[in-house]
């Protein structure tokens, strides 16, 4: 099962919106939902610039990990001819 971290506040009414989740419209999901502690992250490390950032890019953070970054480069080059 993949997971996805989102933040989400709740509302005056009780009720929570999620935005910018990578799920297609009409996917069924399963959702839990924790309290957040009170420095962010719940882990004891909170990251100011992490924190800003859209649910979308904080996932996409480290992925390239481990790639060289000139076969990127030539990959790059490749595909946007």
Same mark, same amino acid.
């Given at each position: 099962m993949d997971t996805y971290? !989102?933040?989400a506040r709740v509302d005056e009414r009780g009720g929570i919106h999620l935005s910018e989740v990578p799920f297609q419209a009409g996917e069924e999901v399963e959702v839990i939902v924790l309290r957040r502690e009170p420095n962010g992250s719940g882990d004891g490390q909170s990251d100011p610039f992490l924190d800003q950032l859209p649910p979308v890019t904080r996932r996409l953070l480290g992925i390239a990990?481990? !790639?060289n970054e000139e076969d990127y480069k030539r990959y790059l080059e490749e595909k946007y001819r």
């Open positions: 971290k !989102v933040a990990r481990g !790639v």
